[in-house]
Nanobody, 123 residues
Framework: QVQLVESGGGSVQAGGSLRLSCAASGYTYRSYCMGWFRQAPGKEREGVAQIDSDGITTYADSVKGRFTISKDNVKNTLYLQMNSLKPEDTAMYYC?????????????????WGQGTQVTVSS
């Protein structure tokens, strides 16, 4: 059974940094596409970043240059380093995985999702 467990969320002031982690288990981690999504209250869920099975990354325009997605294939863990955080980054952040090689950030139906971790950025 595939399990994704996020951690690392919290409250930070604007300009600060956080690193999110997503511990994965129950599948062949290296062959899956993985991504980070977020959903703010009253808004639709949006894709933030994804990393395909070759390690190629894609970012939403709103986070380019500030966020970095990476994965550790030994620890089976996905990361999202978030720098220069803004109040508009406040949201619940979700980790997702799919057996596809690569998926668009706009594709909503990834196969597996974590429970989420809250990020709050104050001005």
């Amino acid at each position: 059974q595939v399990q994704l467990v996020e951690s690392g969320g919290g409250s930070v002031q604007a300009g600060g940094s956080l690193r999110l982690s997503c511990a994965a288990s129950g599948y062949t981690y290296r062959s899956y596409c993985m991504g980070w999504f977020r959903q703010a209250p009253g808004k639709e869920r949006e894709g933030v970043a994804q990393i395909d099975s070759d390690g190629i990354t894609t970012y939403a325009d709103s986070v380019k240059g500030r966020f970095t997605i990476s994965k550790d294939n030994v620890k089976n863990t996905l990361y999202l380093q978030m720098n220069s955080l803004k109040p508009e980054d406040t949201a619940m952040y979700y980790c997702a995985a799919d057996p596809a090689h690569r998926l668009s950030l706009g594709y909503p139906n990834w196969d597996y999702w974590g429970q989420g971790t809250q990020v709050t950025v104050s001005s």
